[in-house]
């Protein structure tokens, strides 16, 4: 799962490792890529994605991240002290420590993973139901006078 070079889901995403922040490095401040992001090293500040549907966050055991995620499948196994929102999958190893929320479609979780938090499913339905609900309760409130 973390070896060097592509892991299986970025095989099957066919995205591959763009940006590496190394074992070595911190990086403080908010980071914003597209296609492939691993992270060895320490990162404080939220990571996300603009738009793009195809982009893969992997953290190695060594790897932690101090503020919210929002990419769309997320490979951890190492610490995430913050929400983490996927917007497709998200796979945590053995050694996964997520202390927040975790928001998903799809869930693997490794025996020995770690989630300080609440699991919230999230389904692609879920923003068509708020837009009803919404809907119908304007039009009550402008019901009959």
């Not at 953290?59 to 997320?74: L, N």
């Not at 190492?78 to 999958?89: C, D, I």
């Not at 693997?108 to 919404?134: R, T």
């Amino acid at each position: 799962m973390w070896k060097k070079g592509r892991s299986e889901a970025d095989k099957g995403s066919g995205t591959e490792v763009d940006t590496l922040v190394g074992e070595h490095t911190r990086v403080e401040g908010d980071i914003v890529f597209s296609g492939g992001l691993h992270v060895d090293g320490q990162i404080k500040g939220n990571v996300s994605t603009g738009s793009a549907a195809d982009s893969v966050l992997s953290v190695s055991e060594v790897g932690c991240i101090e503020g919210d995620v929002r990419v769309a499948s997320v490979l951890i196994n190492g610490t995430v002290k913050g929400n983490v929102h996927s917007l497709e999958r998200i796979e945590l190893g053995p050694k996964a420590r997520v202390t927040g929320n975790v928001h998903y479609r799809l869930i693997e979780m490794a025996m020995g993973a770690e989630v300080n938090g609440n699991l919230v499913h999230s389904a692609e339905k879920d923003s068509q139901v708020v837009s009803l609900k919404g809907e119908s309760g304007k039009k009550g409130k402008s019901g009959p006078s």
